[in-house]
């Protein structure tokens, strides 16, 4: 079973940046098969999709509130997948969740919460005005 594990969230600065690390425990082979991609949850509100990656890197996707300042990237060779986000604002605030999607086609990084099987707990970010 794949489990996903967080880091790197915490107190910023609105207009600071932050790098969000996801390592996942499995098989290399297994992880290459699988989509990935980063969820929010604001306090009282619903989990919303922030970013995805196909299964070689080769397809990126993002909600329109974070396109120019976020950049999803994953590293195959190490199982890990990232988050870059730059020019944080107090709606970023959340505690980020990483997914995967081990049915995923090559060609796919999808954007729906329910095509991922596999959550981490989540790491927490929190921006300051």
């Known amino acids: 079973q794949v489990q996903l594990v967080e880091s790197g969230g915490g107190l910023v600065q609105a207009g600071g940046s932050l790098r969000l690390s996801c390592a996942a425990s499995l098989r290399t082979y297994t992880y290459n098969r699988c989509a990935l991609a980063w969820f929010r949850q604001a306090p009282g509100k619903e989990r919303e999709f922030v970013a995805s990656?196909?299964?070689?890197?080769?397809?990126?996707n993002y909600a329109d509130s974070v396109k120019g300042r976020f950049t999803i990237s994953r590293n195959n060779a190490e199982k890990m997948l990232y988050l870059q986000m730059n020019n944080l604002q107090r709606e970023d605030t959340g505690l980020y969740y990483c997914?995967?999607?081990?049915?995923?086609?090559?060609?796919?990084?999808?954007?729906?919460?329910?095509?991922?099987?596999?959550w981490g707990q989540g790491t927490p970010v929190t921006v300051s005005s």
């Open positions: 997914a995967a999607d081990a049915q995923a086609i090559l060609t796919s990084a999808p954007t729906t919460s329910g095509n991922y099987e596999t």
């Open positions: 990656i196909s299964r070689n890197g080769g397809l990126t």
